[in-house]
Each structure stands twice: as C-alpha cells, then as structure tokens.
C-alpha cells in the first residue's frame, strides 16, 4: 500500500506554520523586491533627464550604457548613504535619522553642508511660524468661547433676576 501524498494548499491540503512563514517572505522578498525595481527605474528616468538637460546645454551625447552606468553608480550610492544614516542615528541610540545626520552625512562637501544647513534652518522657522499661527488661531478661539460664554452667563443672570 503506497503512502498518501500530502496535498497541496491549494489543493485543499494543510500546511505547516513554518511553510507558510517560509511562503510570507517570499511575499516579502518579492515586494521588496518589486520596490527595488522601482525605484531603479525612477533613478534610471531622472538620470537620463538630467543627462538630456546637460546634452542640450553642453552640445554633448550620452549614450544608453553611460546614462545605465550613472543612474547604477547613484543607486549605490543612496543605498550607502542611507546604511550610514541609519548608523549615525544608531549609535545616537535613536531610531529617527535627524537633520543633523544628514549634515554629519555632507561633511565632506562644505557647499552641499552649507546648503543642507541653510534648507535646516528656512524649515526649522517655516515651522515655528505654523506653530505660532496655529496658537494664535487656537488662543482667538478659545477667547471666544469664553466671552460667548461670559454673555450667556450674564444673559442667565438677567433672566433669573427678572423673574
């Protein structure tokens, strides 16, 4: 007498947890996988952009396999970048890359750290005049409610000595 064959999943058969973990990476694997692809194929499309800006400007060809070079060496590139990122925050034992990783990051280029540090501070002001704005707004609303509520109070008042 043969041995019965385990069905499939599909099949209507059981799997194992470990299978269908095994199964769920692969899941994983594959949409990260897919995400990848995407955003090579979005680097690859600015790359040749900007490389078809330069051509014009410069009266100059890329070719296909230059513009691929380029827009692999930039995909590398932001993916060391952002291992390093993810370091800098780490060894500050937090969880959150800041801007000041970002600047630690541009060290070596004294005009992009200038840059980053001018965009820095232009944001960090940007937000405290939402923040104050938001105060304002909050503070007009609440001196509203208490005046509103003031004259109902006093309307109250009227009303209970008249009777």
Partial sequence: MAAAQPRPAALG????????GGAMEAAGGEERLLYTQRLKAAVHYTVGCLCQ????DKDVQFSKQTI???SEITFRQCENFAKDLEMFARHAKRSTITTEDVKLLARR???L???ITEKSEELALNN???KEK???KFNAVKEGRTSG???AAVTESEDYNIA
């Fill in 13 to 20: 058969g059981k799997r194992s947890r470990a299978a269908e």
């Fill in 53 to 56: 800006e330069v051509a014009e």
């Fill in 68 to 70: 691929a070079a380029i």
């Fill in 109 to 111: 280029s004294s005009c």
């Fill in 113 to 115: 750290l200038k840059y």
């Fill in 128 to 130: 405290m005049e939402q």
């Fill in 134 to 136: 938001k105060k304002k």
């Fill in 149 to 151: 509520e003031h004259e």
